[in-house]
């Protein structure tokens, strides 16, 4: 008996994409969007990097280029310029890497835990609570039979990490083989990273429990304004885990080291880049040196080309443009460090702003967490009062996106703010 269509029960909309729409369908003259993880200039529009417009009108001028499909894994020269952006220099003879060309961050989140679902078969994925609103969608579809479980990961108290939390948890809770889902710099939504002794600490423990690290990388340049700073926990997890002896105790005599299988990383160009709508990504599947990677590789690609055969063309030309020309690459870090300078001079401002009213209390949390977002601290009453009464849209769970302030309206949403305390 096939199942009813009609009795298909509606779900609720995407609150993400919900607040967009809500605010844009808002006619108040005043109205603020703090709500999606995009890039806005000091005039709160859109922002296509010079480096980008410049590598647009290098593509344009070149008579040979056509429109044929790339291979299944994707673009070659796109790829090899994506895994040095993020694994930096590494060495060859101690890990393979195997690169896919996704579709952004959520395709290569998507192509890795269905891999894995298959063929590592974890018993559980472990995400951090709070996270990225897609991360559980996303196993909970590509990957339906691992169980996820949650590691804490913010103290409110404290509006720090809960360090303590996370790792105490791994270390009791996670088994063999699982897979841990870290954010590589610039966590959504918190803002909140562990600090490079906390990471050494951290990689221990997934040496010795042999976790599957899976770093998923959305922000790389926006934490720091530094591309190979905000890489740091990706690289010092592949050095420890899979070089001989890694890089607190090498002992190159030695033979291989039983660890971890390997781990991956989902890297998306959407912020970074400012190619939100191009849809451009990359999975890299980190192995040790032991093992074969023509196997992984090949399943790779059977499920790229059960999804969609191919990934789209033109936005990792225009990724592989800037990365393999000195004088644009140059460029695009000054436009990174644009974008990050502003969202961190608006954290300022907003904190200055509230902090002159004497009731509003410490706000020093705008300041200290990195990246794109804040975890403002403010409940879901008052994120709903600051909607329906200010016409200010951010997530329920009060993450508010840095980067929808400006000095024209930073006032307002201080005042705002201040009415819901
Ligand atoms: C933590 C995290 N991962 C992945 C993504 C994926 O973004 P995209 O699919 O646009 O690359 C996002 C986007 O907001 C994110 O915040």
């Not at 298959?118 to 691992?146: G, M």
């Not at 939504?189 to 690290?213: C, I, M, N, Y």
């Not at 190619?275 to 059977?302: C, D, F, I, M, N």
């Not at 951010?394 to 006032?411: P, Q």
Request: aromatic share 8%; proline share 6%; with cysteine.
């Amino acid at each position: 008996m096939p199942a009813p269509l009609a009795a298909i029960p509606t779900l609720p909309r995407d609150e993400a994409f919900a607040i967009t729409a809500d605010f844009l369908a808002d006619t108040h003259p005043r109205k603020v969007s703090l709500g999606a993880g995009v890039y806005r200039d000091e005039n709160l529009k859109p922002w296509v990097l010079p480096s980008v417009q410049a590598a647009k009108r290098v593509l344009n001028d070149l008579p040979s280029l056509d429109h044929e499909y790339l291979p299944i894994q994707g673009s070659e020269p796109f790829l090899s310029a994506a895994r040095q952006l993020i694994l930096g220099e590494y060495d060859a003879s101690q890990s393979h890497v195997v690169s896919v060309q996704t579709i952004s961050g959520t395709g290569a989140n998507h192509l890795g835990a269905a891999f894995l679902a298959e063929q590592l078969k974890p018993r559980h994925v472990f995400i951090s609570d709070p996270t990225w609103s897609n991360h559980h969608l996303v196993w909970e579809v590509a990957a339906p039979r691992v169980i996820r479980r949650t590691y804490p990961y913010y103290a409110s108290s404290t509006r720090s990490l809960d360090f303590e939390g996370m790792a105490t948890t791994l270390e009791r809770d996670a088994e063999e083989g699982d897979v841990v889902l870290l954010h590589a710099c610039a966590h959504n939504p918190t803002g909140v990273d562990p600090t490079r002794e906390q990471w050494k600490s951290l990689a221990q423990v997934f040496k010795r429990k042999k976790l599957f690290a899976f770093f998923d990388s959305a922000y790389q340049g926006f934490a720091t304004g530094d591309v190979d700073a905000d890489a740091w926990a990706i690289r010092y997890f592949q050095k420890e885990l899979f070089d001989r002896g890694g890089v607190s105790s090498r002992r190159p005599q030695e033979g291989p080291q039983e660890g971890p299988q390997g781990m991956c990383v989902a890297q998306s160009f959407a912020k970074n880049f400012g190619l939100y709508g191009e849809r451009v990504g990359a999975l890299h599947l980190v192995l040790p040196a032991r093992t074969q990677t023509a196997g992984p590789q090949s399943q790779l690609l059977r499920l790229v080309r059960a999804e969609m055969s191919n990934a789209p063309l033109f936005g990792c030309r225009i990724v592989h443009t800037i990365l393999s020309d000195p004088d644009l690459r140059a460029m695009w870090e000054r436009d990174l460090r644009t974008m990050s300078g502003r969202i961190k001079r608006m954290r300022s401002r907003l904190r200055q702003e509230l902090e002159s009213h004497p009731r509003a209390g410490d706000w020093s949390h705008l300041e200290f967490q990195v990246g794109m977002f804040s975890f403002t601290g403010l409940t879901r009453e008052q994120v709903v009062r600051l909607r329906d009464v200010h016409h200010v849209y951010l997530m329920l769970n009060g993450r508010a996106s840095m980067s929808g302030i400006n000095d024209e309206n930073v006032k307002y949403i201080a005042n705002a703010i201040l009415d819901t305390l």
